[in-house]
């Protein structure tokens, strides 16, 4: 199991950036896939992006390529998303997450395919 604890949520207005972090503990972080995921007040849980073990592959919600970047740093076990070009319906409480599966895919984007959650962040993006 790995611990997870979000951070760099907050406020920002339409048109701007924020930069989130996860930091990870326990087990050894590039043993896990990594998630994004995000969830909206009366919305379910939905996929925002996702890495490989290694980083070097990434996928994204067809919604938020372009304006939302997943990167992690093994060395310092934390994962990040830098979110840009913020808009009012990104508001939602943020999730970063951790799959151990190994199915013989970079990268998982089902809330399902991940073992271990962190309690996320919220995120208000103005208009």
């Known amino acids: 199991q790995v611990q997870l604890v979000e951070s760099g949520g907050g406020l920002a207005q339409a048109g701007g950036s924020l930069r989130l972090s996860c930091a990870a503990s326990?087990?050894?972080?590039?043993?896990?896939?990594m998630g994004w995921f995000r969830q909206a007040p009366g919305k379910e849980r939905e996929f925002v992006a996702a890495?490989?073990?290694?980083?070097?592959?990434?996928y994204y919600a067809n919604s938020l390529k372009g304006r939302f970047t997943i990167s992690r740093d093994n060395a310092k076990n934390t994962l990040y998303l830098q979110m840009n070009s913020l808009k009012p319906e990104d508001t939602a409480v943020y999730y970063c997450a951790a799959s151990i599966k190994n199915s013989g895919s970079y990268y998982y984007t089902a809330t399902n395919d991940y073992n271990d959650w962190g309690q996320g962040t919220q995120v208000t993006v103005s208009s």
């Open positions: 890495i490989s073990r290694s980083g070097i592959s990434t």
């Open positions: 326990g087990r050894t972080f590039s043993s896990y896939a």
